[in-house]
């Protein structure tokens, strides 16, 4: 067997980096994906420090990132949350989508991107980040907060929406035309009608095939039937993501929370590296040229994300300053929105930068702007 | 006591109640096993964090509240009511009644016994509706004569 020298140090450098890097966002609460992110600008074509070796690697883990992460949120999912989400806070959701999708497929049609881009921008905008945003209410001790729940709902309502959202994406951005992105749109939204029902009535059954008591074999089991399922569901333009979130949205109960845990470690590997893949998608030459568009569209969807955060923790009956703490922890955006380039990305010249600026500009300064609001007295750092 | 509980979509759950003196206490218990107590002050809408407890450190206070209590309690109901007992009972694998609902086995009507809680792995259902979705492994908790007892064991067994 070949040992690449060079792909072993490169690859051990660039996560030993990532790993100091992460610390440090812990220490301040904040999300290592900003990091993340700039470590990958830092070593793309271009820029300082490339890496020849490495490169492919990195492409193929990404990928395998990408599914990993849509994978993880899925077996995270149950219905029963699911359903409650929906009895209370439909209407947030709507107010949620109508505020931020808005001004993302506004700024898109500014930029003059096409129908893809415009789309892609929208969906950016509109998702906040659940891992982010979960976290950060549990560093900050909010959890035991009666705008909690209504948060929470609201993000569970925006990633069910994204198992729409991401395959219409798929199919347009691949050159599909109105009409196969309606029927991926149909088959997608068929398949999770099928796992809801798959789950609910025989969700023991399909656990059974997966669950193994070897950790080892769970872990394989579950590895390998996303990636064939991812890969079918690429192979019908319907994204490999969406074949992943319908994996996980099938398993339930205590194979889903076995899942979960032999999952994560892996997740945290690969989702890493494809942060970083997009950083390096991007090159740093074009990041000046979008920084006003970006820092413009995140100041506006700041501020709708707490108009959407009051209004859903209103419906909760919670007091004036709860409803700002509501509105501002639902600034962060993070993985989806990267995610959403993940998938648009090609021939998008301008929404890998723009996107990718834009993250970095909120998942930065909404833990920030958060810790900062609506509490009584400065609490100390956690 | 009201006890209100509170769902909080992919991390957990929150319990919340008045004590006697009329503090609002918050328990939340976290998808990873941990927990968080909290207290509301003035504002109601926020918590006042008191402490956390990882699995083995809850699991241990909530023995110290509760194993003397249940104890008693089983003591009292087997004093109060003469020739009452309560029983486990298994469901075997390749039991007939594994997949299949409660209410099929009509425990009650052939024995008189009554199952008051259904143990899945470290899961207690507490008194399960005839609805409730039976699985080989699970232990059911019943409470009757000896016979009747008995005789639930014997129906499940096939």
Known sequence: MHVSVALLLELGLVLAVLSLLGT????LTLSPIPLYLLVGLALGEGSVL???AAGEF?????TIGLVLLLLALGLEFSIAEFTVGMRRHVPSAGVDFVLNALPGAA???LLGLDAVGVLALAGATFVSSSGIIARLLADLRRLGNRETSAVLSVLVLEDFAMAAFLPVLAVLASGGTWWQAVAGVLIAVGAVLAAFVASYRWGHHIGRLVSHPDAEQLMLRLLGITLVVAALAEYVHASAAVGAFLVGLTLTGETAERGRAVIAPLRDLFAAVFFVAIGLSVDPAELPPVLPAA????VVTAFTKVLTGRYAASRDGVGRRGRLRAGTALIARGEFSIVIVGLAGVGQPIL???VAAYVFLLA???PFITRFTGTTSARPAV | MDVNEVLLPGVGLRYEFTNHEGERIGVVALRSGDFEVVVYGDDPDEARPVFRLNEDEA????QILGAPRIAERFADLSREVPGLSSGWVRIPEGSPFAGRLLGETRARTRTGASVVAIVRDDEVVASPGPDRLLRSGDVLVVIGTDEGIAGVNRILQG
Do not use: Q
């Not at chain 1, 440090?24 to 220490?27: E, G, P």
């Not at chain 1, 990195?58 to 990404?62: D, I, K, M, S, W």
């Open chain 2, 59 to 62: 699991e241990a206070l909530a």
């Open chain 1, 364 to 366: 930065t300064a909404g």
């Open chain 1, 352 to 354: 890998a930068p723009l």
């Open chain 1, 24 to 27: 440090l966002a812990r220490r």
């Open chain 1, 58 to 62: 990195v492409g193929a883990a990404a």
């Open chain 1, 295 to 298: 820092l413009a569209l995140a």
């Open chain 1, 50 to 52: 490339p890496l020849p």
């Open chain 1, 107 to 109: 700024a898109g049609l």
